[in-house]
């Protein structure tokens, strides 16, 4: 088991090294593009195109947005403060502290 994580961690290094080189030669293609107002251009195998993105939204303060265009959404519990109350003795209703499951640990 632990040659397999050893090499799921060489893995995972060698892709986020790519997929950093990766992201450095879009951005330096884009900004060589865009600093020479070059919009299109043909490398024989493959083509480079500057495209302009769909128009997006940026929320500055979303205190000033209208309530009608916000969603309204269920509260969310938070099972980790639950869970750390119910182990020090408070008595919450709707709610059971489980402490007789077990689990295989092989060493």
Do not use: C, W
């Not at 994580?5 to 293609?29: H, V």
């Not at 490398?43 to 309530?67: C, E």
């Amino acid at each position: 088991m632990e040659a397999f994580k050893a090499e799921e961690k060489r893995l995972a290094k060698k892709r986020k090294y790519l997929e950093n080189k990766n992201n450095g030669l879009k951005s330096y293609t884009q900004s060589v593009l865009e600093v020479n107002k070059i919009d299109k251009v043909n490398a024989g195998m493959f083509k480079v195109k500057l495209q302009k993105n769909p128009p997006s939204i940026n929320v500055l303060d979303s205190n000033k947005v209208p309530d009608t265009y916000k969603i309204a959404q269920e509260p969310k519990i938070d099972s980790k403060k639950l869970l750390s109350d119910v182990k020090n003795g408070v008595v919450i209703e709707g709610v059971e502290l489980i402490t007789d499951r077990q689990h295989l640990r092989i060493l």
